[in-house]
């Protein structure tokens, strides 16, 4: 009684893919697939660096905007006229990502100081405001304010000019 193994030997292995054709891959076909594969790495790298500067690492001005607004929470002379439950935020609009989007611009001046120029809106029970801020790095390395200026409109009285920080 004979029967076939059911074991694959080298010599069934090379028998079965000795009869598949196979062209070799030109130069063309090499770089084709080599640059596709580059093109894929430096998408891959592109929405890395996006994820981790965003949503990781937190971005200098989400940093300066967090502790002025932190900073002027606290200020009696903002709480007195916005009352306790201040929020901020970027754009006076009805539109939801140009409230989160906050107005800024980063730059060093003629020593090589990094600033911070930030611009956005805070809202509270009593009224609105408009805070315009100059931030830069101290030799520290911690921030420190160029100036803080509030313009406060609460309720039916005129509005106001606050220096919390005055310009020097």
């Known amino acids: ?21 196979q062209k070799p891959v030109t130069i063309v076909e ?13 998408v891959l790298a592109f929405f890395i660096y996006n994820f981790l500067t965003n949503f990781i690492l937190e971005p200098t001005y989400q940093t300066c905007f967090n502790a002025t607004l932190q900073r002027l ?6 709480t ?7 929020v901020g935020y970027g754009q006076e ?22 600033h ?4 956005f809106n805070m809202r509270g029970p009593g009224g ?4 315009n801020a100059d931030m830069h ?18 309720g039916s009285s005129p509005p106001q000019r606050l220096n919390i920080v005055a310009p020097k």
């Open 93 to 114: 609009s009805p539109s939801r990502v140009q409230r989160q989007q906050i107005p800024h611009q980063i730059y060093k001046d003629a020593n090589g100081v990094e």
């Open 30 to 42: 090499g770089t084709s697939y080599m640059v596709i594969i580059l093109g894929a790495f430096a």
């Open 137 to 154: 790095k101290d030799a520290s390395g911690s921030w420190d304010y160029l100036y803080l200026i509030v313009d406060v409109k609460s």
């Open 73 to 78: 929470k606290l200020d009696p002379r903002i």
């Open 80 to 86: 007195v006229r916005l009352g306790n439950d201040i």
């Open 128 to 131: 609105v405001a408009i805070v």
């Open 116 to 119: 911070c120029r930030l611009q």
């Open 1 to 21: 009684m004979a029967f076939d193994s059911l074991e694959l030997t080298e010599e069934k292995i090379h028998a079965i893919t000795d009869k598949i054709p």
